[in-house]
Structures are given as structure tokens and as C-alpha cells.
């Protein structure tokens, strides 16, 4: 963050100072007391478990210069506001307008959010300093704390924007305006709060609205709800996919023995040969939307494609791949689920493991609303004809999926339902042999990290390869 008295942060959030106006605040900004450093602004922020306030002298003691409240509080200076959580937005929205250099990237979609972003951050850097967040900083506190990194260097400033109703994104837009606007694509997640895909789109366009003329949308040009967002904008519209029409596009696409995809990069500007680290063949999109938005951002070809194809996954739990020692495969994407990024990592796991034994820990796919149980018996089905030798799923909420691997009457494999991470530990620990591989996925509040980590203690990574 950009230093600033404490009388400009009051005027920033429409605040009261209390203490020495003149104290300079310099960052960083943060919500936790534990992370604060020197000159940092402790933000007291009220949740469902504890009430931020409390910290507030622990965090000045640890040498905060300063803490936005909503009430005062005793042991040094502070700015007194009606909702802490809104002034964190303007204290975002009014940095980043004393940041006239600062280019603004945002990202949404229903899936592949972070990668995308992880993507597009990864390419930036090599045309200037680059501010992005960790994971899934994308709601209306990760999202301001993001932009509150930014200082009078940072050139790029890629964002991912979430929504779990209509609005979230035009306020998320409102703090940080966007200069290329990103938008992946439609599913399922969270159709149980936006009622129909065509709910989700709604929110969805807010970001292409939020972008002015002089910016550029990056629409998916085989998503057809996606596509029909062009005419939410004033902006350009530069289309990605794997269509003719899709000014940037993969052609030539396979994936190799791992389930990395190798593709040819094709932009107005000429092509490049692409080996992607990542896996998945729906990586691919993921590249592709990327490559439009650095495209937008003025990153030549050859520097698109070098980026490309020497990125690897950057935020955790997200199709990491691990080889044990006994050969074991173990692909972690466990950070959270839907039903079309099941199936794709299904897929993964079903192309990497031609030859090989492949088994499946699922967990609950959240917030599907009335469509959950259906969904849920879809994922079992296409795990049961995917070929998998087994099927385990974690939690009630996921039984549905058992039910559905059951009504594959070609299938030949086992299916076992468990009410905890430990016993699916223990099932899967039974029948696991040497070089078998195994997908662990579901929704954050399925907790399926602790499987894989389980399993990587039981078996040391091999020597020199490890993570691949």
C-alpha cells in the first residue's frame, strides 16, 4: 500500500481520525492481528466468531500504526467508521486512484477463476511489476486487501471476482474498475443461489458491463451464455475458444502421457507451438483466456507462449499431481467442486491412467440447490463409464453419487460410501497397489485435502521427480 496520513484514510473511507492525523500509515493492510507488521492498518472487522475489535490493542501493540473500527478503540490511533467492511472497500477503491499506472485485469467465471488468474498474473510479470492474491481472494474482503498491495510500481493488477448473487459483482467492479475484463464460462456452481445457468450469466455480465470503452472484454467464444454478454458492453470483445471464429484459439490439441495439454496458439498475430505444465485438457481455456488478456495488456506472442509453457500451478489443491515412491499417482484437487470441474478431473485422471488402476475419493459438490441430488448421481455415472476401478465417496451429501456409479450396469468396479475423511483414508490405504492413481476432489467444506495428504505421508515423493 501507498503510505497515508491518517487524516487521508479518514477522508478515503468517510471516517473519523482519532489520534494524530498526521500518523502515517504504510502498510500492509490486513484483518488478522497476527499478520500485522510495522506501519500496517489493522482492519477490526466483526465476523461470526469473533469480533475483530478484540484485537484491536494486540494488534497495536505489535506495532500497527493504526486500526479502522467502528468503534474507538484504547492503546493508539485509529479511524472510526459506520461498517469496517465497506470502508475497506473505499480505502481499496481510493488507493487505487492514486494509482493512475496501475492496469486493472479482473477475472470470473464458474470455474477456473484462480488458474486463470494465476495465469494471467504469470504472464503480466514479464512486462511489469504484477499484485495478484493468493488462492481466492475474490469476495468483498479478499478482493480489496488484493488491491491494497499495490503500490506506485505495480503496473498490472489481475483480480478474480466472485458472486454468489446479483450485484456482488458491479460492487466488486465499483472498487476496482477493470481495464480487461475476463469471463470463463457458465456452469453449475452455486445454481443452487442464482437458480438456472441463466441466472448465473446475469451476474456474471456485470463484469463485461463494468469494463469502458476504451478497455477489452475476453469472452469464451464456445460458451454461448458467455458469448451473449458482447452485447452487455461498450468495450471490444476479443473471443477465445477452439472455434474458427475465436480471434485467439488452440488448434492441433492432444495431451500427452501425463494429461498435459500441447496445442498451437493461434492470435491475429501469428502462431506458437504451446506445451502446457498443466493438466487437464480443460487447461487449455484456461490458457487461451490468458493469453487473450495479456494480448489485451500489450505482452507480445513469443513472450505468451514462453509464459505458458513454463507455468505451473500456483494456488494449492488445484490438480496438483504427486508421484509417491511406489509409483502411486496422486492428484489433489481437492480445493473445491462442481459438477463440470469433476467431470474434467475425472477425465484427467481417466487419460492418465490408461494402463493403470485409477480410483476417485469424491466429496460434496455445494450450493447445486434442488439439482444437487441429480448432479451428484451424474458425477457417479460418468466415474462408473470413465472405467474407474473405484469410487469413494466422502459425506451424506455425496451418497447420491454411489447411487449413481450403481446404475451403470456395465460397470465392473467397487464403490464404497464413508461418513469421514479417516475411514476413506483407511478404505482407499486397503486397495491401493503400485502405480495406481487416485483423484481426490470436492468442496471446501468436504476438507478431501486431508485424503491426499494422508496418502503423500504414506509414501515419500520419488527422488528427483516428486510433483510433476
Given at each position: 500500500?501507498?503510505?497515508?496520513?491518517?487524516?487521508?484514510?479518514a477522508?478515503?473511507?468517510?471516517g473519523v481520525?482519532h489520534?494524530d492525523?498526521?500518523?502515517?500509515?504504510?502498510g500492509?493492510?490486513?484483518?488478522?492481528?497476527?499478520?500485522?507488521e510495522p506501519?500496517a492498518?489493522?482492519?477490526?472487522?466483526r465476523?461470526e466468531?469473533a469480533?475483530?475489535?478484540?484485537?484491536a490493542?494486540?494488534a497495536?501493540?505489535a506495532?500497527?500504526a493504526?486500526v479502522?473500527?467502528?468503534?474507538?478503540?484504547?492503546?493508539g490511533p485509529?479511524?472510526v467508521?459506520p461498517?469496517a467492511?465497506?470502508?475497506l472497500?473505499r480505502?481499496?477503491?481510493?488507493?487505487?486512484?492514486r494509482?493512475?499506472d496501475?492496469?486493472?485485469?479482473?477475472?470470473t467465471?464458474?470455474?477456473?477463476?484462480t488458474s486463470?488468474k494465476?495465469?494471467?498474473?504469470?504472464?503480466?510479470?514479464r512486462s511489469g511489476p504484477t499484485?495478484w492474491?493468493?488462492?481466492?481472494?475474490n469476495n468483498?474482503?479478499?478482493?480489496?486487501?488484493?488491491?491494497?498491495r499495490?503500490?506506485?510500481?505495480?503496473r498490472?493488477l489481475v483480480?478474480?471476482?466472485?458472486?454468489?448473487?446479483?450485484?456482488?459483482?458491479?460492487?466488486?467492479?465499483?472498487?476496482?474498475?477493470p481495464?480487461?475484463g475476463?469471463?470463463?464460462n457458465?456452469g453449475?456452481a452455486?445454481l443452487?443461489?442464482f437458480?438456472?445457468?441463466e441466472?448465473?450469466?446475469r451476474?456474471?455480465?456485470e463484469l463485461?458491463?463494468a469494463?469502458?470503452?476504451?478497455?477489452t472484454?475476453?469472452?469464451n467464444?464456445d460458451d454461448?451464455?458467455?458469448r451473449?454478454m458482447a452485447?452487455?458492453?461498450?468495450a471490444?470483445?476479443?473471443?477465445?475458444?477452439r472455434g474458427?471464429?475465436?480471434?485467439v484459439?488452440?488448434v492441433?490439441?492432444?495431451?500427452?502421457?501425463?494429461?498435459?495439454?500441447?496445442?498451437t496458439l493461434?492470435t491475429?498475430?501469428?502462431?506458437a507451438?504451446?506445451?502446457l505444465?498443466?493438466?487437464?485438457?480443460?487447461a487449455?481455456?484456461n490458457a487461451l483466456?490468458?493469453?487473450?488478456?495479456?494480448?489485451?495488456?500489450g505482452?507480445?506472442?513469443?513472450?505468451i507462449?514462453a509464459?505458458?509453457?513454463?507455468?505451473?500451478?500456483a494456488?494449492?489443491w488445484?490438480?496438483e499431481?504427486?508421484?509417491?515412491?511406489?509409483?502411486v499417482t496422486?492428484v489433489?484437487?481437492?480445493?473445491?467442486a462442481?459438477?463440470d470441474?469433476?467431470?474434467?478431473?475425472?477425465d484427467?485422471v481417466?487419460?492418465m491412467a490408461?494402463?493403470?488402476?485409477?480410483?476417485?475419493?469424491?466429496g460434496?459438490?455445494a450450493?447445486?440447490?434442488?439439482s444437487?441430488?441429480?448432479e451428484?448421481?451424474?458425477?457417479g455415472?460418468?466415474?462408473a463409464r470413465?472405467g474407474f476401478?473405484g469410487?469413494?465417496?466422502?459425506?451424506?451429501?455425496?451418497?447420491?453419487?454411489?447411487e449413481?456409479?450403481?446404475q451403470?450396469?456395465?460397470?465392473?468396479g467397487e464403490?464404497v460410501?464413508?461418513?469421514?475423511?479417516?475411514t476413506?483414508v483407511?478404505v482407499?490405504?486397503?486397495?491401493l497397489r503400485p502405480?495406481?492413481?487416485?483423484?481426490v476432489?470436492?468442496s471446501r467444506v468436504?476438507?478431501l485435502?486431508r485424503?491426499a495428504e494422508?496418502?503423500?505421508?504414506?509414501?515419500?515423493p520419488?527422488a528427483g521427480?516428486?510433483?510433476?
Open positions: 500500500m501507498i503510505p497515508l496520513p491518517l487524516a487521508a484514510v477522508e478515503t473511507t468517510g481520525a489520534g492525523p498526521a500518523t502515517v500509515v504504510a500492509p493492510v490486513v484483518i488478522d492481528s497476527r499478520a500485522v506501519g492498518l489493522f482492519v477490526a472487522l465476523g466468531r469480533d475483530g475489535h478484540d484485537f490493542p494486540a497495536l501493540a506495532g500497527a493504526a479502522l473500527a467502528e468503534r474507538p478503540v484504547e492503546g485509529s479511524v467508521v461498517d467492511q465497506e470502508a472497500g480505502l481499496a477503491r481510493g488507493v487505487l486512484a494509482l493512475p496501475a492496469r486493472v485485469v479482473a477475472v467465471g464458474s470455474a477456473g477463476k486463470t494465476d495465469l494471467i498474473a504469470h504472464l503480466l510479470e499484485v492474491p493468493p488462492g481466492s481472494f468483498e474482503i479478499g478482493l480489496p486487501l488484493t488491491v491494497l499495490a503500490d506506485a510500481a505495480t498490472h483480480l478474480e471476482m466472485g458472486a454468489r448473487g446479483v450485484g456482488h459483482i458491479a460492487y466488486l467492479a465499483g472498487i476496482a474498475p481495464h480487461v475476463v469471463v470463463l457458465v453449475t452455486h443452487g443461489e437458480g438456472s445457468p441466472g448465473i450469466a451476474a456474471k455480465g463485461p458491463e469494463v469502458g470503452p476504451d478497455g472484454v475476453v469472452l467464444a454461448p451464455l458467455v451473449g452485447a452487455r458492453t461498450k471490444p470483445i476479443v473471443l477465445f475458444g474458427p471464429d475465436a480471434e484459439r488452440a492441433d490439441e492432444r495431451l500427452d502421457d501425463a494429461g498435459r495439454p500441447v496445442f493461434v491475429p498475430e501469428g502462431s507451438p504451446v506445451a505444465r498443466l493438466h487437464g485438457a480443460h487449455v481455456l483466456a490468458a493469453a487473450a488478456a495479456a494480448r489485451a495488456s505482452v507480445g506472442l513469443a513472450d507462449a509464459g505458458l509453457a513454463d507455468a505451473v500451478p494456488s494449492r488445484r490438480m499431481v504427486t508421484e509417491r515412491a511406489d509409483g496422486v489433489n484437487d481437492a480445493y473445491n462442481n459438477p470441474s469433476t467431470r474434467s478431473a475425472v484427467v481417466r487419460h490408461r494402463g493403470r488402476r485409477a480410483f476417485a475419493v469424491l460434496e459438490m450450493e447445486l440447490g434442488d444437487s441430488v441429480a451428484h448421481a451424474k458425477i455415472q460418468h466415474v470413465s476401478d469410487l469413494i465417496t466422502v459425506g451424506g451429501a455425496a451418497s447420491a453419487m454411489a449413481g456409479a450403481g451403470v450396469a456395465s460397470w465392473t464403490c460410501q464413508v461418513d469421514d475423511v479417516g476413506a483407511t482407499l490405504s486397503e486397495r502405480r495406481d492413481v487416485v483423484l476432489k470436492g468436504a476438507g485435502e485424503v494422508a496418502l503423500l505421508a504414506d509414501g515419500r520419488a521427480g516428486g510433483r510433476r
